[in-house]
Structure formats: structure tokens, C-alpha cells
């Protein structure tokens, strides 16, 4: 089965406690993306990747780190989560040209304190 | 000022109504226009997919835009419960693929009572 898979899918931690929410796809799609959903605001991107070691900022990059390794992973890092990254957070991938949508994860709610 | 808006809702309606979801926007490049169902605790899924000015039909679900007006509606014919769920519009200049960028709406929330 075709899928976008997000580890963990909840996390409550404190902050500046390092935590990484990994990102896996099985499509072989060269695209991935992260995006964060908060009420009143929509989806923002955090950072994308067009390709393997191929990553660029989005609209809301700040406090996020990425990487892209391996074709099928794309982890968000936060190297030192606030209370204001208390979020939904949601990883998608596609090809990398034409129509065909984004498939987004099921989504990981993080809870910093 | 949001480069799409979209009224939250909730919007309550009884099975079998017809429904009317709408997006405004701003930014004239926008030519790909999208809809998204977003079940509670899962990702957007995609539902309907247009290109520029007017209509697509897929099923229950009608997906209009009018460029000219900068308004996109989707309308969804004889609700379910099923149906119950955040809708997202998403627009972007280029294609829905990889690598163009979409810009989301909010969501309105549709409850289809029984």
C-alpha cells in the first residue's frame, strides 16, 4: 500500500529538548515536503526536498532543521522545540514535476511545555 | 490580508443537502486549484483537481472556479455522514506536483447530521 509514514504520532515534551519526527515514503517520489497546521493559519511548509541531499526553506523555517539521506526519508528536526512549535505537523511527497498530488502522513501532534 | 481565505465554518447540515464549500484569492497566477478532505486525526487527502476557469464533476463532488471573480466553490450533492470533515482548498501557479508550491486555505468544517 502506498504511504506517507510519521513517527511519532504524538509527542508532549518540554523545551529545549532535542526531538526528531521521522518522515517515510514507499513511493519512490523524489519530493517531500513538511508542513505545520495551526488554527486560523492553514498549512504552512516548513522545508521541502526536491531530491536526495536536495533540501530548501519553505515559508516557516525557522527552529526546523531537515535532512534528506535517503530518497524514501525526510526527519524534522528540532534541535531546541518552544512553545510556539506546538503544532500539527504533517510530511507529504510526489513526484517532482507534473500534476500529480502531494500524499501527505497521517500527521504527528507535538505538545512542547 | 491571506492570499486565500476560507470561512472555517463549522457548517452543519442534514443528510441529503446539498452543500456549498467556498475560497477567495488574491494572487491572479494561481491557475491550478485544488480541494482537499481532511478526516479528523488524518492527512489531506485530495478530492478534486482543476485547472484555470470552470467546472469538474467527479461523482457527488463539483469543483468550480470563475478566475475572473478569484472564487473557487466545490459543491458536494446528497451529503453523507461520511462526508463529515475539514475541506481545504489549495492553489498554486503551476502544477499540484512536487516542487510548487500550494498555498492552503484554513479548512471549513462540514458536520452532515443524520
Known amino acids: 500500500e502506498a504511504q506517507v509514514t510519521q513517527n511519532p504520532r504524538y509527542l508532549i515534551t518540554v523545551t529545549g529538548k532535542k526531538l526528531t519526527v521521522t518522515c517515510s515514503q514507499n513511493m519512490n517520489h523524489e519530493y517531500m515536503s513538511w508542513y505545520r497546521q495551526d488554527p486560523g493559519l492553514g498549512l504552512r511548509q516548513i522545508y521541502y526536498?526536491?531530491?536526495?541531499?536536495?533540501?530548501d526553506k519553505g515559508d516557516v523555517p525557522e527552529g526546523y532543521k531537515v535532512s534528506r539521506k535517503e530518497k524514501r526519508n525526510f526527519p524534522l528536526i528540532l534541535e531546541s522545540p518552544s512553545p510556539n512549535q506546538t503544532s500539527l505537523y504533517f510530511c507529504a511527497s510526489s513526484v517532482d514535476t507534473g500534476n500529480q498530488p502531494q500524499h501527505f502522513g497521517d500527521g504527528t501532534r507535538l505538545s512542547i511545555l | 490580508q491571506k492570499e486565500v481565505e476560507q470561512d472555517p465554518g463549522p457548517l452543519s447540515v442534514p443528510e441529503g443537502a446539498i452543500v456549498s464549500l467556498n475560497c477567495t484569492y488574491s494572487n491572479s497566477a494561481f491557475q491550478y486549484f485544488m480541494w482537499y478532505r481532511q478526516y479528523s486525526r488524518k492527512g489531506p487527502e485530495l478530492l478534486m483537481y482543476t485547472y484555470s476557469s470552470g467546472n469538474k464533476e467527479d461523482g457527488r463532488f463539483t469543483a468550480q472556479v470563475d478566475k475572473s471573480s478569484k472564487y473557487i466553490s466545490l459543491f458536494i450533492r446528497d451529503s453523507q455522514p461520511s462526508d463529515s470533515a475539514t475541506y481545504l482548498c489549495a492553489m498554486t501557479p503551476f502544477g499540484a506536483g512536487g516542487g510548487n508550491k500550494l498555498t492552503f486555505g484554513t479548512g471549513t468544517q462540514l458536520k452532515v447530521e443524520l
Open positions: 526536498s526536491m531530491n536526495v541531499e536536495v533540501t
